[in-house]
């Protein structure tokens, strides 16, 4: 088995789910129970629900909501929108745009854009338009080989087959 561990500073946090405050994670299936209040999601993670969503007016009317009764797509950016807001120093997100209404994938990138500047994000996912614009390091996995991707991001994921060219 490999050496799986989180450096912060320098120094060894084993495991970093321990670690009050340092890190959250999405995974690709949902994130909430099904019978959980949206509103008390929230409060359970210490996030201000109408901060979270300031920049998505229309998901208020969802606030009481469980997470069974929200569509897939919500769900998943209603999830998304917490752990971004969360009192965290690291998200890790599996494919966070899954499901999302493309109306809704430019804010949401937009608001991850912003909210990099005081936490560190990890995004996983196959939705390389919307990810590599908010990317400051790129790393592929490629045939179980992790390569960190350098100058023209692109175009090395066209020689890797990964962009049509």
């Not at 789910?17 to 993670?45: D, I, K, T």
């Not at 996912?125 to 919307?130: M, S, T, V």
């Amino acid at each position: 088995m490999a050496d799986a561990s989180v450096r912060v500073n320098g120094h060894r946090v084993v495991p970093a789910f321990h670690r009050r405050g340092l890190v959250n994670y999405l995974p690709q299936e949902p994130l909430l129970p099904p019978s959980l209040p949206l509103r008390q999601a929230a409060r359970l993670l210490g996030v201000d629900l109408d901060k979270a969503t300031a920049s998505f007016p229309e998901l208020r009317a969802q606030f009481d909501c469980r997470s069974s009764e929200l569509s897939g797509g919500s769900a998943r950016l209603l999830q998304t929108l917490l752990l971004l807001h969360a009192d965290t120093a690291f998200s890790l997100f599996d494919e966070p745009f899954s499901g999302v209404m493309p109306v809704h994938v430019e804010t949401l990138a937009d608001e991850m854009q912003r909210l990099k500047q005081r936490k560190g994000l990890l995004l996983t996912d196959h939705r390389y338009a919307e990810v590599l614009p908010l990317c400051d390091v790129v790393y592929l996995l490629h045939q179980g080989r992790l390569l960190k991707l350098e100058g023209d991001v692109r175009e090395a994921l066209r020689d890797y087959g990964y962009l049509a060219h």
